[in-house]
T-cell receptor
C-alpha cells in the first residue's frame, strides 16, 4: 500500500530536550515536505526537499532541522524544542513539484512541549 | 508571494443541503489549485485539483470546483451534503516558483442531521 508514515503519532516533551520525528514514504517520491498545522493558520511549510541531499527552508524554518540522506526518509529534528513549537506536524511527499502534483500526507504527529 | 483566502472558518449545513466552501487566491498567472480534505485524526487527502485543462473540476465523493479567473476564485461545491462530509477542507495554490504549496486557513464543515 502506498503510504507516508510518521512516528511517533503523539509526543509530549519538555523544553530543550532534543527530539526527532521520522517520516518515510514507499512511493519513490523525489519531493518531500514538512508542515505544521495550527488553528486558524492552516498548514505552513517548515522545510522541503527536492531530492537526496537537497533541502531548503519553507516559511517557518526557525528551530527546526531536516536531513535527506535516503530518498524514502525525511526526518524532522527539533534540537531544543520550545512551547511555541507545540503543534500538529505533517510530512508529505509527491512525485514532483511545479506541475500540480498531488501531495500525499502522513497521519500527523501531535507534539506538546511543556 | 501568492496567498489563499478561505471565507468562513466554520460552515454548517443540513444533511441534503448544498455545500459551498469559498476560496480566493492571489496570482498574476493561472496557478495550480487544489482542495484537500482532512477527516478527524487523519492526514490531508486530495479532493480535486485544477491544472488548466478544464475550468470545472470534478473530484471524489461528489465534490466539484469551478476555476473563475476573473474572480480569482476556486469555490468548492457539493449538491447534497452527507454526514460523512463533516471534515476540515483546505484550499491550496502551488507557488509560481513551483517549489511549494500555499494553504488556506481551512474551513471546518459541520453537517446537521
Amino acid at each position: 500500500e502506498a503510504q507516508v508514515t510518521q512516528n511517533p503519532r503523539y509526543l509530549i516533551t519538555v523544553t530543550g530536550k532534543k527530539l526527532t520525528v521520522t517520516c518515510s514514504q514507499n512511493m519513490n517520491h523525489e519531493y518531500m515536505s514538512w508542515y505544521r498545522q495550527d488553528p486558524g493558520l492552516g498548514l505552513r511549510q517548515i522545510y522541503y526537499s527536492m531530492n537526496v541531499e537537497v533541502t531548503d527552508k519553507g516559511d517557518v524554518p526557525e528551530g527546526y532541522k531536516v536531513s535527506r540522506k535516503e530518498k524514502r526518509n525525511f526526518p524532522l529534528i527539533l534540537e531544543s524544542p520550545s512551547p511555541n513549537q507545540t503543534s500538529l506536524y505533517f510530512c508529505a511527499s509527491s512525485s514532483g513539484v511545479g506541475l500540480g502534483y498531488e501531495q500525499y500526507f502522513g497521519p500527523g504527529t501531535r507534539l506538546t512541549v511543556t | 508571494a501568492q496567498s489563499v483566502t478561505q471565507l468562513g472558518s466554520h460552515v454548517s449545513v443540513s444533511e441534503g443541503a448544498l455545500v459551498l466552501l469559498r476560496c480566493n487566491y492571489s496570482s498574476s498567472v493561472p496557478p495550480y489549485l487544489f482542495w484537500y480534505v482532512q477527516y478527524p485524526n487523519q492526514g490531508l487527502q486530495l479532493l480535486l485539483k485544477y491544472t488548466s485543462a478544464a475550468t470545472l473540476v470534478k473530484g471524489i465523493n461528489g465534490f466539484e470546483a469551478e476555476f473563475k479567473k476573473s474572480e480569482t476564485s476556486f469555490h468548492l461545491t457539493k449538491p447534497s451534503a452527507h454526514m460523512s462530509d463533516a471534515a476540515e477542507y483546505f484550499c491550496a495554490v502551488e507557488d509560481t516558483g513551483g517549489f511549494k504549496t500555499i494553504f488556506g486557513a481551512g474551513t471546518r464543515l459541520f453537517v446537521k442531521a
